[in-house]
């Protein structure tokens, strides 16, 4: 197991105790002033409400038995006032609850987000990045509900249960006492719906995950979809995700529905039993008719409190769940990081040397073997040979997506795990086969790696990458905005894009990842002149299966199984008759050649 793994159980394991503190400390202690006036007024609504039960009793007995002429007007107005009152500190609660709940689900979005967004990249690969949006939205949610609207209205229905019992003692001691003995019957009940509500808000939130995957992949792979005539199909596994997800939602709902009305029906019980109680005690004179209304109703009052602390059970039981997930994914750290004491990369000539360098993804069969190679400043190397023989594992681990696990890669000399990620990256710029483009401006995309750079410096770049033209002539021109990943944009015009993203960045080290595979021949003779306009003077390691691509490299490296079998130029590679002569033999290169 990684060290990330443990870290993830280990948050996963969390009693509900240290998960409060965590939760109060990270995201409540900070706003405890706004958060103390919410419980200050819950204090005060609970106060209100007690009162306004208190005040039955003289209410009925001066104004219809004594008819007492003073509490003609007095009453009312206590009775105006305490309602205005109460109306006022549930307006002021619901106010700073709302402002206080949706900022914590501000920092816990953000906060989980730049976890994710620093994460490794083997990391991110473990789930579907569907089950990642799944946590953003859905478990910050249940953790605002908890943290800040459970725990204020718990409070205010717990005081709320504790004034009317004080109004219940008031009037009569002996009739509380006895409702005081069967009430435990109703803390038994909601402690076992609290069971089954905890139990099916975990299966919510893991079929919640797998429904945010179905989805997006599906949305994801609807060219795939659509050419094979799989839309049923997607939608049947959608459906069977869903019905999944609403067994666990109905068994939550059903243990919710039944937890309040199970409450109620013990409480009505009781106060059926009272009821009568008191009936006969008002009968006998031990009871008057004041103190009669005013029992039965904070009986009534409490017992709505007890029902709404039931469903309050059910919110705080699923906001701990999903803080035990949120605990989980922010407590694992990202095994590549900067080490202590990491220094800037200086900006020198960009030579680049793997030095006996073996990986392994996690804990799978070596990826790579005792690698040696070297780009010095200025040249092109390229990587080839057969797919899955560990080409782009050699470039992932230039800019640290991975660490080496064996040997050492370095850039003029340093290893690059010696200095820190941002200096090192500063000074690479990336082109892939699939350029991935944001939901933006062309002029946002191209500037993305420098965000201040001037609109001179966009264009130039542009025009550099071959880009300039196409642009101009867009309805919008630099602002027209591309679309999801680049859609509105043709293959060859969104692969220039990315170049003049590179041109901008002007970094001394340029690794190209099949740069021109998936384009057609007359956009690849586009990208290919912006390319060798990239290249010049630069650091350039490429990666191509077309070997027509790789002719005119400084150094070709011939990668299978995880290591070089092969090193020289195009012409020497042939002579050699290996592996690199009938990959070319299989494109028809090497009559060319000879010719």
């Given amino acids: 197991m990684t060290e990330s793994a443990r870290h993830a159980d280990a948050g996963a394991d969390l009693p509900a105790r240290a998960l409060i503190a965590r939760l109060w400390g990270r995201y409540l202690a900070p706003r405890w002033p706004a958060l103390a006036l919410s419980l200050v007024a819950a204090v005060a609504v609970a106060y209100t409400s007690a009162a306004l039960v208190a005040i039955l009793e003289p209410a009925i007995n001066d104004l219809m038995v004594f008819k007492t002429a003073a509490a003609l007007t007095a009453i009312p107005l206590t009775i105006a006032a305490l309602a205005v009152g109460r109306a006022f500190a549930q307006v002021v609660q619901a106010t700073v609850v709302n402002r206080v709940g949706n900022a914590v689900v501000g920092d816990v979005q953000v906060q989980l987000f730049g976890k994710l967004v620093r994460a490794d990249l083997a990391r991110l690969r473990e789930k579907h990045s569907g089950a990642y949006v799944s ?40 009739l509380t006492l006895g409702v005081l003995v069967a009430a435990p019957l109703a803390t038994g009940v909601m402690r076992r719906f609290s069971k089954r509500t905890t139990k099916a808000a975990k299966g919510a939130m893991a079929e919640t995950s797998a429904l945010s995957t179905a989805i997006m992949e599906s949305l994801d792979g609807v060219r795939v979809v659509k050419i094979e005539n799989r839309e049923a199909h997607e939608e049947a596994r959608v459906a069977e995700v869903v019905r999944r997800r609403q067994k666990h939602l109905v068994k939550g709902a059903n243990a919710r529905a039944a937890a309040a009305p199970s409450t109620e029906l013990i409480m009505t019980l009781i106060t059926a039993a009272v009821l009568a109680y008191a009936g006969w005690r008002a009968q006998t004179g031990a009871m008057n008719v004041g103190a009669f209304v005013a029992f039965m109703a904070a009986l009534a009052m409490a017992s709505q409190s007890l029902r709404q602390l039931a469903n309050l059970q059910t919110v705080m039981a699923e906001g701990l769940s999903a803080a035990r997930r949120l605990f989980a994914a922010l407590d694992v750290e990202p095994e590549v990081r900067d080490r202590a004491g990491a220094a800037a990369l200086p900006r020198g000539e960009g030579t680049i040397r793997f030095e006996d360098v073996g990986f392994s993804y996690a804990e799978g069969p070596p990826a790579l073997s005792d690698v040696k190679l070297e780009v010095r400043r200025g040249e092109t190397v390229a990587l080839v040979g057969p797919s899955g023989g560990g080409k782009s594992t050699i470039l992932n681990l230039i800019p640290r997506f991975y660490d080496v696990t064996q040997g050492r890669v370095t850039i003029d000399g340093i290893d690059v795990r010696d200095v820190t990620l941002a200096s090192l990256r500063d000074q690479i710029a990336l082109v892939t086969q699939e350029p991935f483009l944001f939901d933006d401006t062309i002029r946002a995309n191209i500037a993305y790696a420098r965000p201040d750079a001037s609109q001179a410096d966009i264009e130039a770049a542009a025009q550099a990458a071959a880009a300039h033209d196409f642009i101009a002539e867009l309805p919008n021109g630099y602002e027209t905005l591309v679309g999801e990943a680049g859609a509105r944009l043709s293959g060859g015009q969104r692969q220039r894009i990315a170049i003049a993203r590179a041109f901008l960045k002007d970094a001394p080290i340029l690794l190209l990842d099949e740069a021109t595979s998936a384009l057609d021949a007359e956009s690849e003779a586009q990208v290919q002149t912006a390319l060798a306009r990239l290249m010049a003077g630069r650091t350039t390691m490429l990666i191509a299966h077309r070997l027509s691509t790789v002719r005119a490299a400084d150094r070709i490296y011939v990668i299978d199984r995880g290591r070089v079998v092969e090193e020289g130029d195009h012409a020497g590679l042939i002579r050699k008759r290996g592996l690199y002569a009938r990959l070319a033999k299989s494109q028809d290169l090497e009559s060319e050649t000879a010719a």
């Fill in 135 to 174: 946590s953003v939205l859905y478990d910050a949610g249940l953790i605002r509900e908890a943290a800040t609207a459970g725990i204020v209205n718990y409070v205010q229905h717990a005081l709320i249960v504790i004034g009317a019992l004080s109004v219940m003692v008031s009037n009569d001691r002996a």
